[in-house]
Each structure stands twice: as structure tokens, then as C-alpha cells.
């Protein structure tokens, strides 16, 4: 018998070229021009590509990687689940054990009063989810006319069809026809604007205003020490829904449970993704306070007929569980907020690099290192940073005037200082080729 010679390196991808893959979020006429960057391997804060070349994590992929990449007890757990129940829908009275307890666990820990938890495939569908439960929350109160929703500069909130029509950011709300109605986006940083936009619209007409703890695909903006303080003031007084994103500052990326802890207020809903799992498998949802819940749960004739086939999936809810089990055994709040303050005082030394406007760092492991616009100007651009970061090793996440850095919680000091000096060296070297 002949053997046969197995060879998984490249050939099934090569076959397939030119691929008909269509990355979502990507300029597909630039993408398709290209090589592709197959991600072939992870582990800890580690990538491989499917050359065997090695890449530092600088982004916990989207935001989403905090316990690190490659835990066999996530595997295990999702492999026992798949092994027992694989999947079953949520929908009338229908549960599973795993939707149960991580609904449980997730309400005993969140910062809103009497919590009930439903639970979505990602961060968008969970926005739309609470931009949802808020409209008609006012509807059964009696009140229909309170639907306008207030969001934020440089907020970003997926983009499903609520999440597209609060974003604060001009560029994904393009091209689309009309969008949502009744929304209104603010200054990021100006509670004097959101008082200013409640009286505008009128109290009586505002359902709900939206915010991030700290901005983060918008470009890494954390509040003034008292902002939120005064969001959620002016939101009681008015009788505004306080909503919280949490997709990107929960589950330890600022040191706590769902961020908005570090400002001591209670909102009225928590939007939560990425961080619940890891990223394993996909799971967001909303945490509703008691008082919203409070007509579709004790009140007869209020159905919320709003659900998505796969919530409360098992599977992903049993990743979920695993990943929470490493975070609290592990500590990672503790840990993250050790890595916030050497992931501060490393990016800070890139505040004097000539190419660099501003550096935004030190509340949660999140980072951006904003460009001068004379760099900007010059024709220099983030893409171009963010491609010699990669070709150097490190992968960090581009915007159109930043880089931006959230690794995984479980990076060590060395892996955050060969992040920084990697950065340091790519800005250099493009500097340098833009004199050449
Ligand atoms: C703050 C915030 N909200 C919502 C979302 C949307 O989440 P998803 O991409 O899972 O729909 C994101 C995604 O990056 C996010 O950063």
C-alpha cells in the first residue's frame, strides 16, 4: 500500500483562489487585490498565520479575546454542551440550563436594580434589542410619543438598523436611504449639549440616551470624572432611559464587571457582547433594570415581540460560563487593572514621537495613539502604520486618524513594551519612507 503524503499548509486555500469570500467591513475592490492574512492558530496573546509567522494580539481581535486565545476549558465546556444539548430555541416558556445560570450570574454582578437579562447572538442585535424594550417600554406606560433616542460622538453601537441610526460616527450612516427617525447624536464630552438636545426634542418626546463607558472604536475617549454622574441625573430628572454599551468595557476590560462601575451610577440598561465569551462563540444581550421590566413581566398583554432564532443558544452560553469561571478564578479584574497602568506609562512614551498628536490611555486596557495632521496631511495614513505594525509582528486595529490597542488581559509586561516599541519602529519606518 502506497502511503499518501497529507499536506494541510496552504493547497485547499490556494485552490480556492481567487476566493469568493466577501469580508464584511472592508473595502472589498482594495481587499480583493491583495493576499488574504489567514489567521491559522491562537494562543495566549498570540496569532499565527498560515505561513507559521507569528503575530503579538494587539487588538484581542475585535475588542473581544480577555481571557487570551486557546483555552481548552472553554473547548471542553462548548464540547460537552454540543455532546448533551447543541441547541434548542428560547421562545414561549422554553429554557436550557446553561441560559439559565449565565442569566443568573451575569444579573448578580451587573450595576442596575433588580436586573432581568436577555440575551442575543452580538453587540448590535443586543442595541437593538434595548433601543427596542425602550420604545416600547413607553408605549405600554402610555406615553407612544417618548421614541427619540440620543446618542454620542464617536459612539459606536453595531450596526444593525438601531445600532446604524444612533452611531456617532458620520461614515457608517452613509448610503443607506433613511435610517431610523427620531435619533439625535451629541458631544461625546458635553452634558451642557444633552441637556440642551433634551429640551430641543422636548423630555416628553425622549425614550432613551445611549452611551459607552469609555469610547472605544470611536477612538479610546474616557468621560470626565464626573460625567456620568450628571448623565445620570439629568436622566432621572427628565425620565430618560440611561443605557449603557457595555460591549467593549465589560467583563474586566476596565477592571470590573460591565466598566460603568469606575463612575458609581446605575443605568437603566446594559448592553454587553464580546468579552462575555471571549469571543468564543458569538452571545450579547441586554441587562433591563426591574422598573422597565416591570409591564412585560407583571402586567398582562405586553408580549415583547422581538427575539432572534438563536438567543439563549446553549452552546454559546456554556463558552459564556467557561469564560467567566477563568475571570473570576483567574482574577483578570485585578490583573487588568495592573495592565492599564503599564499599557499607560509604555504608550505614553510614543506622546513625544513626531508623528504622534495625542495618546489616549489609562482608564481600562485600551489605548489610541492619535497622528498629527500635518502627518495626515502628508499623506500618511493609519492603514499604512497599521500594515507595518503587522509586517513587524504586532497587530493593532487602525482608524482613520489613530491606532488603536486592546490586547488580550493576560499580556505580560515584555509582550506590552515589544507592542509599544514595535509601534515606535513602524511609525519611523513610515515616516521615513515618506521623506524617501
Ligand atoms: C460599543 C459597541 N457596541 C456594539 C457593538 C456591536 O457589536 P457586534 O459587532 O457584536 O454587533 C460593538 C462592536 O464593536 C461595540 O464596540
Not at 440575551?119 to 427619540?148: F, M, N
Not at 416628553?204 to 440616551?209: C, D, K, L, P
Not at 436622566?235 to 476590560?253: K, N, P, Q, T, W
Request: charged share 20%; glycine share 10%.
Amino acid at each position: 500500500m502506497t502511503e499518501t503524503v497529507v499536506s494541510y499548509a496552504r493547497s485547499p486555500l490556494e485552490q480556492l483562489e481567487p476566493s469568493r469570500f466577501w469580508h464584511t467591513f472592508s473595502d472589498m475592490n482594495k481587499v480583493v487585490q491583495g493576499p488574504k492574512f489567514v489567521v491559522s492558530e491562537a494562543q495566549g496573546v498570540w496569532l499565527w498565520d498560515d505561513n507559521g509567522d507569528r503575530y503579538l494580539d494587539g487588538t484581542a481581535s475585535l475588542w473581544y479575546c480577555n481571557v487570551g486565545h486557546g483555552r481548552a476549558e472553554i473547548a471542553d465546556a462548548v464540547h460537552r454542551q454540543l455532546g448533551r444539548l447543541d441547541a434548542y430555541a428560547v421562545y414561549g416558556d422554553f429554557a436550557n440550563a446553561p441560559a439559565l445560570e449565565l442569566s443568573e450570574r451575569l444579573a448578580s454582578h451587573a450595576p442596575v436594580a433588580d436586573p432581568r437579562v436577555i440575551l442575543t447572538c452580538g453587540g448590535g442585535e443586543a442595541i437593538d434589542s434595548a433601543a427596542k424594550v425602550a420604545r416600547q417600554y413607553w408605549a405600554v406606560r402610555g406615553r407612544p410619543e417618548r421614541v427619540h433616542l440620543i446618542s454620542r460622538t464617536g459612539g459606536y453601537h453595531g450596526l444593525n438598523g438601531f445600532g446604524t441610526s444612533i452611531i456617532g460616527m458620520d461614515r457608517f450612516r452613509t448610503g443607506y436611504g433613511p435610517l431610523v427617525t427620531d435619533t439625535s447624536v451629541v458631544a461625546h464630552d458635553s452634558i451642557e449639549e444633552l441637556e440642551a438636545e433634551i429640551l430641543r426634542v422636548g423630555p416628553e418626546r425622549v425614550a432613551a440616551f445611549f452611551a459607552e463607558p469609555v469610547i472605544g472604536a470611536g477612538g479610546v475617549y474616557a468621560p470626565g470624572p464626573d460625567y456620568f454622574a450628571r448623565v445620570a441625573a439629568l436622566c432621572e430628572y427628565y425620565g430618560i432611559l440611561f443605557v449603557v454599551d457595555s460591549v467593549i468595557c465589560g467583563f474586566a476590560r476596565l477592571g470590573n464587571w460591565f466598566g460603568i462601575e469606575r463612575w458609581g451610577v446605575r443605568p437603566d440598561m446594559i448592553v454587553f457582547a464580546k468579552g462575555v465569551t471571549s469571543g468564543y462563540l458569538p452571545l450579547g444581550g441586554v441587562i433591563v433594570s426591574g422598573a422597565v421590566a416591570e409591564p412585560f413581566w407583571n402586567e398582562p398583554g405586553h408580549p415583547l415581540h422581538h427575539g432572534t432564532t438563536y438567543a439563549g443558544h446553549p452552546t454559546c452560553c456554556a463558552a459564556a460560563l467557561a469564560n467567566l469561571d477563568i475571570l473570576e478564578r483567574e482574577d483578570l479584574f485585578t490583573a487588568s487593572r495592573e495592565i492599564e497602568v503599564q499599557l499607560d506609562s509604555a504608550v505614553r512614551t510614543l506622546a513625544t514621537h513626531p508623528m504622534v498628536r495625542e495618546v489616549r490611555s489609562g482608564v481600562g486596557v485600551m489605548a489610541a495613539v492619535e497622528l498629527t495632521e500635518e502627518a495626515l496631511a502628508a499623506g500618511i495614513t493609519t492603514a499604512e502604520i497599521f500594515q507595518e505594525s503587522r509586517a513587524r509582528g504586532v497587530v493593532l486595529r487602525a482608524v482613520p486618524t489613530a491606532l488603536l490597542i486592546s490586547p488580550p488581559l493576560v499580556i505580560a509586561w515584555e509582550q506590552i513594551e515589544h507592542l509599544v516599541s514595535t509601534l515606535r519602529a513602524s511609525l519611523d519606518a513610515v515616516a521615513q519612507r515618506h521623506v524617501d
